[in-house]
């Protein structure tokens, strides 16, 4: 079972920055796609950002333009770079790793991290 742990999370102000990092156990890393999720108080878990094996990435409308997803193979670590954050990005982010792309969907795998919270104060 893949072990995630993420972690940059924090407080910033609108307009801020950060990068999150999602560290993976396991083998296999460079073959599989992931992809980055959030969840807001009362709200589902919706994806973010994704990035294939290959290296295409697909980001959710409400943070193209804004948010890079990346990977590190050889560290095992996929990142998620936030830019000009809004107050609506404040939410726990996760990161999943091993899931299928299906008709251009990220379908997120079983295990998931602890979360890190990002809070953006307006």
């Known amino acids: 079972q893949v072990q995630l742990v993420e972690s940059g999370g924090g407080s910033v102000q609108a307009g801020g920055s950060l990068k999150l990092s999602c560290a993976a156990s396991g083998n296999g890393f460079s073959r599989k796609a992931m992809g980055w999720f959030r969840q807001a108080p009362g709200n589902q878990r919706e994806s973010v950002a994704s990035?294939?094996?290959?290296?295409?990435?697909k980001y959710a409308e409400s943070v193209k333009g804004r948010f890079t997803i990346s990977r590190d193979n050889a560290k095992n670590t996929v990142y998620l770079q936030m830019n000009s954050l809004k107050p609506e990005d404040t939410a726990v982010y996760y990161c999943?790793?091993?899931?299928?792309?299906?008709?251009?969907?990220?379908?997120?795998?079983?295990?998931w991290g602890q979360g890190t919270q990002v809070t953006v104060s307006s």
């Open positions: 999943n790793v091993g899931g299928v792309f299906n008709s251009g969907r990220y379908l997120p795998a079983l295990s």
């Open positions: 990035i294939s094996s290959g290296g295409t990435s």
